[in-house]
C-alpha cells in the first residue's frame, strides 16, 4: 500500500523512501520482541515504509552501481529481497519472522545460482558477505579438491583477498579433516576442512542510514571478493 498525503486539495503519493533510517533498527527489534502475527498485520504499513521500500531501492541502486563497477552481480527486488517471514516447517524455533531484513545478487540474477552478495540489515549487526555459503556436498568436493589439485592458485586467491583486507571465514569448518584428505599440506589444512567459502564485512548503523555509503561500501566489498568468487565459478562451471 503506497501512503498518501494531501496538498492543495487533492492527493499525492509519497515517494517511497529509498534508504534505511532508525526506524528501521526501532522495527526490527519491535518485531522481534512481539514475534506475533497480529501485531505484524497491525504495523504492517511501518514494514512497508521502514524495511522494505528501502530494501527495494537498495536493490535497485546496487545493481546499478555493480554494472558501472564491472563486477557481476545481478539481481532484481521482486527475488532478490528474502522473506521477512521464516520457515519454521523443520525447527524447533517457531518464532514466525526473522528479525532483520536481507537480499541476494548472483551473476545471473538467479536466487538459484552459485556464488551470491549478500546483504543483511541487523540491530544485532549488519553485514555484507560473498562466496559459496554450505554448497551442495558435490561442489563442496570439487572446491576441495581444486584446492589440493592446484595450490598455488588456491593461495595466490588468498593473498589477492587480504591485499582488499578480506579472508575466508573460518567459523564454519570441519575439527578435522574431511574423508579422502589425509595428506595435505598445513598452508592449506584449514582451507580443506571448510564446509562454506565465503567472506564478511561487517557495517556500522551510520554507514547503513547513509544511502551512499552503503551503496559505496558493498560495491567495494564486492570488488575486493572477486578472487574468491572468480576461482568459485572457475571451478564450479
Do not use: C
Not at 532508525?22 to 505484524?40: C, E, G, I, S, V
Not at 593461495?155 to 582488499?164: T, Y
Amino acid at each position: 500500500m503506497v501512503a498518501r498525503a494531501r496538498q492543495a486539495g487533492s492527493a499525492r503519493p509519497v515517494p517511497r523512501p529509498s534508504a534505511f533510517s532508525a526506524d528501521t533498527f526501532r522495527f526490527l527489534k519491535a518485531l522481534d520482541f512481539h514475534q506475533d502475527r497480529a501485531w505484524f498485520q497491525a504495523n504492517r504499513d511501518l514494514y512497508e515504509q521502514t524495511v522494505r521500500s528501502p530494501m527495494i531501492a537498495t536493490v535497485e541502486a546496487l545493481v546499478v552501481a555493480m554494472r558501472r563497477r564491472k563486477v557481476p552481480f545481478l539481481g532484481d527486488p521482486k527475488t532478490a529481497i528474502l522473506r521477512i517471514h521464516r520457515d519454521v516447517r523443520f525447527t524447533k524455533d517457531k518464532r514466525p519472522y526473522n528479525a532483520h531484513t536481507a537480499m541476494m545478487l548472483s551473476r545471473t540474477g538467479r536466487r538459484d545460482a552459485t556464488g551470491h552478495f549478500y546483504l543483511q540489515i541487523d540491530p544485532k549487526g549488519s553485514f555484507v558477505a560473498a562466496g559459496f555459503y554450505r554448497p551442495e556436498p558435490t561442489d563442496l568436493l570439487r572446491l576441495r579438491r581444486s584446492i589440493v589439485a592446484r595450490p598455488s592458485r588456491f593461495l595466490a586467491m588468498q593473498s589477492a583477498l587480504k591485499r582488499g583486507g578480506l579472508m575466508l571465514d573460518p567459523e564454519d569448518q570441519l575439527t578435522r579433516l574431511p574423508a579422502g584428505f589425509s595428506d595435505v599440506h598445513p598452508r592449506l589444512d584449514a582451507a580443506v576442512r571448510l564446509k562454506s567459502f565465503f567472506v564478511l564485512r561487517n557495517l556500522a548503523e551510520r554507514d547503513v542510514t547513509d544511502r551512499d555509503a552503503l551503496i559505496a561500501a558493498s560495491v567495494d566489498f564486492a570488488a575486493a571478493a572477486m578472487p574468491l568468487m572468480r576461482l568459485g565459478w572457475e571451478v564450479l562451471t
